[in-house]
């Protein structure tokens, strides 16, 4: 069996799980801005704290799914691989809010708020 260094994701799958614990959390933060991107406070901090979700995301995603390749019989990271789907999921329904908010608020207020903020320029 291959064996890979998933060291630059986590240590253990313990890590991996307790990170797994705090996505919820990102993913109610983030439909908690339902409503609230015509204002340029709400919309810098809803990017913000997406930037983090993300990052928290694909780290998660990048362990458990290079961990499952390596052994297709595993179960139990399959498991773990399909709960993170879910959350995945989860995420996009609570968020499906965004791109109407930002249609909604049209082009021209959408791009003043990312040309005033360094953050959102880049």
């Not at 799914?65 to 179960?75: E, G, I, Q, R, V």
């Amino acid at each position: 069996m291959s064996q890979w260094d998933l060291s630059p994701f986590y240590s253990s799958v313990e890590a991996w799980e307790e990170d797994l614990k705090k996505l919820p959390a990102h993913i109610e933060h983030l439909a908690s801005f339902k409503g609230k991107l015509s204002d340029l406070q709400s919309f810098r901090a809803f990017y913000v704290a997406e930037e983090e979700t993300n990052k928290l995301m694909y780290r998660l995603y990048g362990y458990i799914h290079l961990a499952s390749d390596l052994n297709l019989k595993d179960t139990v990271t399959s498991s773990k691989n399909q709960q993170l789907m879910l959350m995945f999921s989860d995420l996009g329904q609570k968020t499906s809010f965004v791109a109407p908010e930002l249609i909604a608020m049209g082009e021209e207020k959408v791009m003043s708020f990312v040309q005033s903020d360094d953050f959102l320029k880049t």
